[in-house]
C-alpha cells in the first residue's frame, strides 16, 4: 500500500552524465515536493508543484529541473551531476494547506 | 523570514524512559502548523504528530506528545515509554500559509536497550 513510490532506490551516475529521478503517488494530492537530504541535514526544498503550478527555490542550482506531467507523476532531471549533488533525494507528496506530507523511502544518489 | 531550530543534534534514553525534544522557531504568522516528522534510518520519513496553531491543546498520539507554547515559539516532542523502533532523526516542521515546509536539522535519537 505504498502511497508515494521512489525509483529506483539506489541510483549511480557518472559525473556529468544527465540522470532523472522518478516519483509516482497514489493518493492524488495536488501538491508534490522534490527535497536534497545530505547526510545527517534536514531536508532541503528544491522544487515544488501546487497542480500545474511549479515554484523553484531561489537557491535551487540551474542544474536541476523538474516535470509533473500529471497529477501522479513527477521527475527531477539533473543535467549534469557534480559530486556535490551526491546526497538522497525526496519526494513527497501532500493535499491542502497545513496537512501532513507523505514522503517516499528516497533515491539515493552517488555521482562517480 | 521563518526558521526552524533544533539545538540539541544527538540525544540517547534508555528504553522505557521518558525523553524531550526540543525545537524553536521563528515567524510573524498567526496561523500555522507545526510537525515532528520521524526518519528511522535508511527508512522513509513519516509523521509523529502534528499541532495548529489556532488550537490551544497540546496535540496528543499515544506515547507521542507536545508542548506547545505559542507566545515562547517553542514546540517540544515529548516521547513516553521510549521503545528501540523509537531510534531516529526526528524533524521538527513548519508550514503556514504557503506549501513550502521548512525543517529543523534534526535530533538524532537513540533508544538504548
Known amino acids: 500500500d505504498a502511497m508515494v513510490i521512489q525509483n529506483p532506490r539506489y541510483q549511480v551516475t557518472q559525473f556529468g552524465k544527465p540522470v532523472t529521478l522518478s516519483c509516482s503517488q497514489t493518493?492524488?494530492?495536488?501538491?508534490m515536493y522534490w527535497y536534497q537530504q545530505k547526510s545527517s541535514q534536514a531536508p532541503k526544498l528544491l522544487f515544488h508543484?501546487?497542480?500545474?503550478?511549479?515554484?523553484n527555490e531561489a537557491d535551487t542550482p540551474d542544474n536541476f529541473q523538474s516535470r509533473r506531467p500529471n497529477t501522479s507523476f513527477c521527475f527531477l532531471d539533473i543535467r549534469s551531476p557534480g559530486l556535490g549533488d551526491a546526497a538522497m533525494y525526496l519526494c513527497?507528496?501532500?493535499?491542502?494547506?497545513?496537512?501532513?506530507?507523505?514522503f517516499g523511502q528516497g533515491t539515493r544518489l552517488t555521482v562517480v | 523570514a521563518q526558521t526552524v531550530t533544533q539545538s540539541q543534534p544527538e540525544m540517547s534514553v534508555q528504553e522505557a524512559e521518558t525523553v524531550t525534544l526540543s525545537c524553536t522557531y521563528d515567524?510573524?504568522?498567526?496561523?500555522?502548523?507545526l510537525f515532528w516528522y520521524k526518519q528511522p534510518p535508511s527508512r522513509q520519513m513519516i509523521l509523529v504528530i502534528r499541532?495548529?496553531?489556532?488550537?490551544?491543546q497540546n496535540a496528543t498520539e499515544n506515547r507521542f506528545s507536545v508542548n506547545f507554547q505559542k507566545a515562547a515559539k517553542s514546540f517540544s516532542l515529548k516521547i513516553s515509554d521510549s521503545q528501540l523502533g523509537d531510534t531516529a532523526m526526528y524533524f521538527c516542521?513548519?508550514?503556514?500559509?504557503?506549501?513550502?515546509?521548512?525543517f529543523g536539522t534534526g535530533t538524532r535519537l537513540k533508544v538504548l536497550a
Open positions: 513527497a507528496a501532500k493535499q491542502g494547506l497545513g496537512t501532513e506530507a507523505f
Open positions: 493518493l492524488n494530492h495536488n501538491v
Open positions: 508543484y501546487y497542480d500545474k503550478d511549479f515554484n
Open positions: 515567524t510573524s504568522e498567526n496561523n500555522y502548523y
Open positions: 499541532q495548529e496553531a489556532y488550537k490551544q
Open positions: 516542521a513548519f508550514t503556514s500559509g504557503t506549501y513550502k515546509y521548512i
